[in-house]
């Protein structure tokens, strides 16, 4: 086993190397005259340089030059030129051993450090215990220890010496973060605790699988399951409180460490140790079983009354038959009546002699059943299924306490009296009851009859529960998701602290008023100045047509011959299997170093069973498929990969190491300036047990299934996916990937489809300084918000829509900055927000104000969409590069006919990861030969100007095996680093 290190080479670089950058050559590395003295006592020239060097390098550093440590030459010839002497003569500085100690004992005196002693060491351990009280990350504890020898004005140690107190430190922190967290739990408690990892004969597995196994699928028996955990875990009798003990970043790591334990490792552990990491699971699964519970029931209350709605729709189908032969009878009943009427006679003897009186009335039961059927309420379709709701509504209520913020809140006086009717066993309700949380239509049903309906009382409350969850009206006590919206956004108090210190950053000033005036002014000419021009014809792609603008749809611009060079330069590619691909990129970038073990943070040992997971995730094989079908790798191996290095913070960083390195490349910036980006949901099937928890949207078929939400810069390059429900608003998730990533795209304008667009995004998009530009369908129907009348436009009349409230706006200013400022901050995931602000029947005062807001950027957004057909076509060409990205996507997704299998929201993030990382690998790949392609076309004198290339995408797969035994470990003869290009005959010839 190798030494265990705190850094890479790569971060021990950052900490202890030598800067070669122009600023740092200036400030740490030019010689004052005091120091020119000190070199020009030195008798040789190369003893002066040498000097010199080891002066400038002890003043940045703060250590000594390392045995046979060559410095840069950049640094030297610095040096040299500063002294008048040639550089050269640096290689023959410090022959005598004794030469390098003598000066650097002189510059310790005259620096003013010292040998590090055992003080300065203790010190350097204690500050490493402080780091590492927030997180076992090893750049910020030898950051901490480096820093206080340099307070201390000791000479820094080796780099081994700096690890070894840095290993040390974080060691230490862990067992007193451990002890901390147990501190005051009995030894009887704790023994009950180590049980739940004995296998328990009742369920045939440990407590501890059994807790964290937990149902996903929306179901009523699963329902009550999350419930039976939930009280379970109560009965543990472990305060969730006793995480406010740790640090947040301590306690992090202990719950990821947890999460990729088993039982039978965690019995090997230490007890101390052990128990942690059980209470740390505990108060975890507490949070996570009750948000998993009451998003369950959320999902099954709606899909309860989304089968009402299609079971009325059904049976309009089923009634067909009857439906015509009712309006065939009404039909022949009008016709007799009328030919009475024309010629006198007695209207009932015609109807009887015509249609038949007798046949009239017994048509009548089944019209009376048709036009009920019509008529009927969602909640009464809804009623129809009770016996199912009933499985689950008592255990679901019963598990927990719900919250108001309004006083005296008849909802939770009417979940009150429903828990007592399920503990008490009633069959009927009291004669007076808790009605005032529910709609007159839905009261006038439950309470007109004799006494108060159960069922549709019932059905009714669990619906305007629902809907009180979702839009955080109503929260869960020990629930993480489901809280008061303010204790989602940052503290009130931090974000007045930075408006005061004008520390916000948004895209917005802080005076309401004077940016809605400016907006006014803005707002009010463009639209005079559009109405002018759409009156004067002079709209390119854009005509007025009885008072309406229609577009002229946008038409590919990509040129014929664009086309004929992509196929070109595709059969240049070399001929590659996809595991030599991802270890070519790892080798150019190191991204499969990112999936560091979770608890040590060491690298991956077996790079190769890496990948292979990462792989298994990106094609859909899973593990054991693709370790059959693999060469030298075991299923065993790549379990133990993806069970300790691969997590969604290691499998975020590896995209940001490849995204970076592709975003760096020169040959990207033909595509893009890395500066704009697109969104867009692809969706893929669920099939299996997957089915049961995939939702069905008939927009893709009847079929149940996923979204894999992604954002794609204009460079090609993929910085973030999500799998999503494919009946959520996509328009949720737009800014979640802007935010939710680290790599160094500066992304300033976005661009989606339609449904990636509504008023609140534009509002965000606004508050945070970022554009939104989404491609709207039937952008015809959509109004303009004005400030001013309507009619002061009106050529454009019949698109200008309501007013602007601007009263709303100014009132709630605050509240959107400190919205806003909670996005930019990270404080909040967007979509956590915008979904809860969105959900609400009744929108709340700050979804209002943020949907008028958005409004007037909508406004705008139109009105520069309809005057500038350059930001059409710009739009068009970056959802464009997503759309064709797609395909690859489905090409690598290829096991099970492309259908998702997994159950777990983890394990579809864990696919959706996969699939990104290795598109982006192979994206990058292609660039990096196809830089060399077109080098290789342009020395044999082709003319291939750069506004032609960009039109070529490195997205083609065709060279690229799939499928079939992969080789993990094959060697390759590659001249200069890279495979040799595919010549033609001809090209092969020519050169």
């Not at 009008?334 to 003897?349: C, F, H, K, P």
């Not at 864990?910 to 994206?923: M, P, T």
Request: glycine share 6%.
């Amino acid at each position: 086993m190798g030494r265990r290190r705190l850094v890479s080479s790569k971060e021990a670089a950052i900490l202890l190397g030598i800067a070669t950058d122009e600023d740092s050559l200036i400030s740490h590395f030019t010689l004052d005259p005091a120091d020119r003295l000190e070199c020009e006592l030195r008798r040789r020239p190369q003893n002066k340089l040498g000097f010199a060097v080891q002066l400038c390098t002890m003043r940045q550093t703060g250590r000594l030059l390392w045995d046979n440590e060559q410095p840069p030459a950049a640094v030297i010839n610095y040096l040299a030129e500063q002294l008048g002497i040639d550089a050269r003569l640096y290689a023959f500085y410090a022959h005598r051993v004794q030469t390098r100690f003598d000066h650097s004992r002189s510059l310790m005196a005259y620096l003013g450090l010292r040998t590090a002693s055992r003080d300065d060491r203790r010190a350097a351990l204690v500050a490493a215990i402080d780091a590492a009280a927030n997180g076992d990350h090893g750049l910020p504890i030898a950051t901490a220890v480096i820093a206080e020898f340099r307070k201390r004005n000791a000479l820094l140690p080796s780099l081994h010496s700096i690890e070894k107190i840095g290993l040390g430190g974080r060691a230490i922190a862990r067992r007193r973060a451990e002890k901390e967290l147990i501190e005051g739990i009995s030894p009887d408690r704790l023994a009950s605790l180590d049980r739940l990892l004995e296998v328990d004969p009742a369920l045939g597995q440990t407590r501890f699988h059994w807790l964290r196994s937990a149902p996903e699928a929306p179901g009523a028996s699963n329902l009550v399951g999350l419930t039976e955990r939930i009280a379970f875990l109560r009965n543990l009798e472990i305060d969730a409180k006793l995480q406010v003990r740790i640090p947040s970043g301590r306690w992090d790591q202990m719950i990821r460490e947890g999460n990729a334990t088993p039982a039978w490792l965690a019995n090997d552990f230490n007890a101390s140790r052990r128990h942690a990491l059980i209470v740390a699971q505990i108060i975890k699964l507490g949070q996570k079983l009750t948000d998993d519970a009451v998003s369950m029931f959320i999902k099954l209350i709606g899909r309860l009354f989304s089968q009402a709605n299609n079971r009325k729709k059904q049976r309009h189908m089923d009634c067909r038959p009857d439906t015509a032969k009712a309006l065939r009878m009404f039909l022949d009943t009008i016709t007799a009546m009328q030919s009475a009427n024309d010629y006198g006679r007695n209207a009932l003897e015609v109807l009887d002699q015509e249609v038949g009186w007798h046949r009239l009335l017994r048509m009548k039961p089944e019209l009376e059943s048709m036009v009920e059927d019509n008529e009927a309420s969602p909640l009464t379709l809804a009623a129809e299924q009770y016996a199912t709701v009933n499985k689950y509504a008592g255990a679901f209520l019963q598990a927990f306490t719900f919250r108001s913020a309004r006083r005296h809140d008849p909802l939770l006086a009417a979940i009150s009296l429903l828990k007592r009717l399920y503990a008490e066993k009633w069959r009927t309700l009291p004669d007076r009851v808790p009605v005032t949380h529910l709609s007159q239509a839905d009261r006038r049903l439950i309470l007109g009859q004799e006494k108060p309906d159960r069922r549709l009382y019932e059905i009714a409350t669990l619906a305007a529960l629902r809907d009180r969850l979702r839009s955080a009206d109503i929260w869960v006590d020990g629930s993480r998701s489901f809280r008061p919206i303010d204790e989602h956004l940052m503290p009130r108090s931090t974000f007045t602290t930075m408006k005061e210190e004008d520390r916000l950053g948004l895209g917005v000033q802080g005076d309401g008023a004077q940016w809605l005036a400016e907006a006014r002014q803005m707002l009010d000419f463009n639209l005079k100045r559009l109405a002018h021009r759409a009156r004067s014809g002079k709209l390119e792609g854009v005509r007025l047509e009885a008072g309406t603008l229609i577009v002229t749809p946008t038409a590919g611009e990509v040129p014929a011959a664009a086309e004929e060079l992509n196929a070109e330069i595709s059969e240049l590619y070399p001929l590659v299997e996809v595991p030599d691909l991802l270890r070519d990129v790892h080798e150019w970038t190191g991204f499969a170093d990112c999936f560091t073990h979770v608890r040590t943070g060491d690298t991956p040992r077996n790079v190769s069973a890496m990948l292979a997971g990462v792989l298994a995730d990106a094609t859909n094989l899973g593990p054991k498929r693709m370790a059959s079908a693999s060469k030298g790798i075991s299923a065993h191996q790549i379990g133990w990969m993806r069970t300790f290095h691969a997590r969604s913070e290691t499998y975020r960083a590896a995209q940001v190491c490849i995204t970076d390195a592709h975003t760096r490349h020169p040959h990207s910036r033909l595509w893009g300036n890395g500066t704009t980006s697109s969104s867009d949901g692809q969706f893929f099937r669920a099939s299996d047990r997957a089915a049961k928890r995939g939702d069905i949207n008939l927009h893709y078929g009847s079929e149940p299934g996923s979204k894999f939400y992604s954002h794609l810069s204009d460079q090609y390059g993929y910085f973030s996916i999500l799998p999503i429900s494919p009946t959520e608003s996509e328009a949720a998730y737009v800014l979640d990937g802007l935010f939710d990533q680290d790599t160094v795209l500066e992304i300033q304008e976005h661009f989606t489809d339609t449904g990636g667009a509504s008023d609140h995004v534009f509002g965000l998009f606004a508050l945070i300084g970022k554009r939104f530009a989404p491609r709207l369908r039937n952008l015809k129907d959509r109004k303009f918000h004005t400030f001013e009348k309507g009619d002061a436009y009106p050529a454009l009349s019949n698109h200008i829509g309501a007013p602007i409230n601007t009263t709303l706006i100014l009132d709630h200013w605050d509240d959107l900055l400190h919205l806003a400022a909670s996005v930019t901050t990270r404080s909040v995931v967007p979509s956590t927000i915008l979904k809860k602000l969105s959900a609400s029947p009744k929108e709340s005062q700050l979804a209002r104000a943020l949907r008028e807001l958005g409004r007037i950027e909508r406004s705008l957004f139109m009105i520069e969409w309809y005057s500038s057909p350059i930001l059409r076509r710009r739009c068009q060409a970056g959802l464009n590069k997503g759309e064709a990205a797609h395909k690859l996507k489905r090409a690598v997704f290829f096991h099970e006919r492309g259908e998702i299998r997994d159950r777990s929201f983890e394990s579809q993030a864990f696919r959706a990861s996969g699939l990104n990382l290795v598109v982006s690998a192979i994206v990058h790949w292609n660039t990096v030969y196809f830089e060399r392609a077109v080098t290789h076309l342009r020395k044999m004198h082709r003319e291939i100007p750069d506004h032609l290339l960009k039109h070529v995408s490195p997205l083609s797969w065709e060279h690229i095996n799939l499928t079939g035994i992969y080789t993990w470990d094959a060697e390759h003869q590659m001249p200069e680093g890279f495979r040799s290009l595919r010549l033609p005959a001809r090209l092969r010839h020519a050169a």
